[in-house]
């Protein structure tokens, strides 16, 4: 597709139930970001990955996170034994090539609500 | 730790008037500020990069400042349309780190 696409678009999961959210970042980039928005907050970095580069993985909140990314395209976030504060919007963005001066491309998030 | 404070988390202005929206930040030294749009459950958009390097940056109604020695940045909207009415989001990285984010302002533009 033209943009960064994210499914599922809303999910809603019992606590202490797995959810895997999805990423398809646009065609040719190789550095993906994953973000969360909880409300009324700002971007929270989580991951990133760049090429066949190890991850950085210093923004992830627990070891209840983790992240990876096949061939290089597609992410999956995987949040195991979710908790009510997990609830938030789970941002998706690719960008040409990580460096300073890399404007990401956003996809719409996954909302995600634990109940 | 590093920190990025958006000076009011909303603002409020008449059509037609400049929209003025503050960045500062703290324990940081950015090659590069970053200005984003963010709709209502949308994923931020950029607007405008700014090099350390550089003092000012125009996009048709947008100028954005950059001022290191202040650690600010300035985000002006010119001739302001209800259409502008949005979340701005100012960003900051330097290196190959990932974007750090502020919290944002909310813009109402008022016909």
């Known amino acids: 597709g033209a943009g960064v696409s994210q499914s599922p678009s809303n999910k809603v999961t019992e606590k202490g139930k797995d959810v895997e959210l999805r990423c398809d970042p646009i065609?040719?980039?190789?550095?993906l970001y994953w973000y969360r928005q909880s409300l009324g907050q700002g971007l929270e970095f989580l991951i990133y990955?760049?090429?066949?580069?190890?991850?950085?993985k210093s923004g992830l909140p627990s070891d209840r996170f983790s992240a990876e990314r096949t061939g290089g395209s597609v992410s999956t976030l995987t949040i195991q034994r979710t908790q009510q504060e997990d609830s938030a919007v789970y941002l998706c963005?690719?960008?040409?090539?990580?460096?300073?001066?890399?404007?990401?491309?956003f996809g719409q998030g996954t909302r995600l609500t634990v109940v | 730790s590093q920190k990025i404070e958006q000076n009011s988390e909303a603002l409020n202005i008449q059509e037609g008037k400049t929209a003025t929206l503050t960045c500062n930040y703290t324990?940081?030294?950015?090659?590069?500020l970053q200005w984003y749009r963010q709709d209502p459950g949308r994923g931020p958009v950029f607007l405008l990069l700014?090099?350390?390097?550089?003092k000012e940056k125009r996009k048709e109604r947008l100028k954005v400042t950059f001022d290191t020695t202040l650690k600010q940045s300035l985000f002006h909207i010119t001739a302001s349309q209800p259409a502008d009415s949005a979340t701005y989001l100012c960003?900051?990285?330097?290196?190959?780190?990932?974007?750090?984010f502020g919290k944002g302002t909310r813009l109402s533009v008022i016909a």
């Open positions: 960003a900051l990285n330097s290196g190959n780190t990932p974007l750090v």
């Open positions: 990955f760049q090429g066949n580069s190890a991850p950085d």
């Open positions: 065609s040719g980039h190789t550095a």
């Open positions: 700014i090099r350390e390097n550089e």
């Open positions: 963005a690719s960008s040409p090539a990580t460096g300073a001066g890399r404007a990401p491309f």
């Open positions: 324990n940081y030294s950015p090659a590069y």
